[in-house]
């Protein structure tokens, strides 16, 4: 097995999606996950509220029931750790890599300006591409729970 990094990524992951599934993959090729799992006002906060999220428990333990078996296969552990502000943990651990969306890849700027500042090393980012639904666009989880598409990117007939 190569060498293994501190990998972290964060997100709400609400409902997941092959989109996560990507962004998973990628992180545990690179090494040991965290995963910042962002909390209920945080969840909230940080958008519109345009859809519901269901509470950190239930979105924690899908998340589990998806990263385990990933885990196993490439011989990896990982650990989910409460997400309070878009930048709090990844600012102030021991990691290597931050796994991003292009989407969310704005915010590694921030974090590495702020892991300067604290006086810890930047992170290398990753950027991991979109997964497109098979109507061309980006798998979301908005437009899942408008029932455009489901979790593997599949158009839904109206």
């Given at each position: ?7 972290i990524?964060?997100?709400t992951?609400?409902?997941?999606h092959?989109?996560?599934r ?14 910042g ?8 906060g940080?958008r ?19 990263l ?19 930048t709090?943990i990844?600012?102030?651990g ?9 989407e969310?890849e ?8 702020i ?21 061309g ?6 437009r899942?729970?408008?029932?455009e598409?489901?979790?593997n ?6």
């Amino acid at each position: 097995m190569p060498s293994s990094k501190n990998v972290i990524f964060g997100g709400t992951f609400d409902p997941l999606h092959d989109g996560h599934r990507s962004l998973f993959e990628h992180a545990f090729e690179l090494g040991n996950v965290t995963v910042g799992l962002t909390s209920d006002e945080l969840a909230y906060g940080t958008r519109p509220i345009l859809r519901p999220i269901r509470p950190f428990f239930d979105r924690e333990q899908n998340l589990i029931s998806e990263l385990l078996p990933i885990s196993k296969i490439h011989s990896r552990t990982f650990e989910i750790l409460e997400l309070i502000t878009p930048t709090s943990i990844a600012s102030e651990g021991q990691y290597d890599v931050l796994v991003v969306s292009p989407e969310t890849e704005p915010v590694s700027h921030l974090i590495n300006q702020i892991r300067k500042q604290n006086g810890l090393k930047s992170l290398s980012v990753v950027i991991v591409p979109f997964v497109h639904s098979t109507d061309g666009k980006i798998i979301s989880s908005t437009r899942i729970l408008s029932g455009e598409i489901d979790s593997n990117g599949n158009a839904i007939s109206p």
